[in-house]
């Protein structure tokens, strides 16, 4: 089969619904994920042929993507940071603004000062913020949770495909079990949160990729309570990171003031909002007082 012949079957299935360029851009990614095909090539060499067995797999992720199942499901990885993750629809796909607060903790140069740092990130997911931060502070010993056993599982797998120590715990962080905190034992430096902050009334403006395929759990909250796990985790960072610990939260762009009083409300100082590459409040930072 040409290979020009299947790309053009993408477009007529996919241009109603996607940009082409996204479509060219699912196109290639499949090809260069199933038989490390590079665009380049089809540019030098337009007749270029596969066999049917080669296409199963690329017309059967076209399938996928019909039902908008989003690219990084199909192809059961993406990057981030990158590194390497393996994701299923059991974990939320890393975003790059989640990159951005990766950087920022980064950024915040503790290692600098103390090692080794105790880091705990809270809604792990896939163990993308947990696993960069492993990465990159080297000495660290850094714990993960996620109430979803499954997720749990992701994370475990991705931390060692990536070559790194991370203690993933399942367990609900708004019914803290004292068992948990005896599992962590000492206090942490850094806490790390990207939880579920999607108010129901905001699923309008969301794309069908992410609303029928994403888990539910990892992103909504109630309209009446949309702080509710930013509360509960600022109450517990309160209690267990050290003097002058880290609290750093990714945020619903639309809450930053309301985030701002919550971190002040809970005696954290030096309060500071940050945008992300849109210009949209999405991460907060606080340092834990006496
Ligand atoms: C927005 S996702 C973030 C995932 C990942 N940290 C990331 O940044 O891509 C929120 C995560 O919180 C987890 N979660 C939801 N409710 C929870 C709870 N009560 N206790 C612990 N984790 C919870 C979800 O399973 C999901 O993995």
């Known amino acids: ?76 990885s993406t990057e981030f ?45 896939s163990g993308c913020i947990a696993i960069a931060v492993a990465k990159h502070f080297e000495n660290a010993n850094v714990f993960g949770v996620d109430i979803s056993e499954d997720a749990i599982g992701v994370a475990k797998h991705n931390a060692e495909l990536n070559n790194v120590t991370v203690n993933f715990i399942q367990a609900d962080i708004l019914n803290v079990d004292p068992t948990l905190v005896s599992d962590f034992s000492l206090p942490f430096d850094i806490i790390i949160s990207n939880p579920p902050y999607v108010r129901e009334q905001e699923k309008l403006q969301m794309k069908a990729n992410v609303l029928n395929h994403e888990p539910h759990q990892a992103l909504f909250v109630e309209d009446h309570d949309p702080l509710k796990f930013y509360k509960v985790i600022s109450e517990f960072a309160k209690i267990n990171l050290v003097e002058g610990g880290l609290l750093f939260f990714e945020i619903n762009e639309f809450l930053g003031e309301e985030m701002v009083a919550l971190l002040i ?26």
Not at 97 to 120: C, F, N, Q, Y
Not at 266 to 288: P, Q, S, T
Request: charged share 35%.
């Open 1 to 76: 089969m040409r290979l020009k012949d299947i790309q053009n079957t993408f477009h007529e299935a996919l241009d109603a619904d996607y940009e082409k360029p996204e479509v060219d851009h699912f196109f290639f990614m499949i090809c260069d994920y199933y038989f490390n095909f590079k665009r380049i090539t089809l540019a030098l060499e337009p007749e270029y042929r596969i066999s049917e067995a080669d296409a199963i797999p690329v017309l059967e992720a076209l399938e996928s993507l019909k039902k908008h199942e989003p690219i990084q499901y199909v192809l059961k």
């Open 81 to 125: 940071f990158g590194l390497e993750f393996q994701v299923n629809n059991a974990v939320l796909i890393p975003r790059p603004e989640t990159e951005e607060l990766v950087a920022w903790i980064i950024e915040s140069g503790l290692d600098k000062i103390k090692e080794p740092l105790r880091i705990l990130d809270i809604g792990t997911g």
């Open 265 to 290: 409300e809970h005696h954290f100082k030096a309060v500071e909002l940050r945008k992300d590459m849109f210009k949209r409040n999405r991460m907060i930072k606080g340092i834990k007082k006496i």
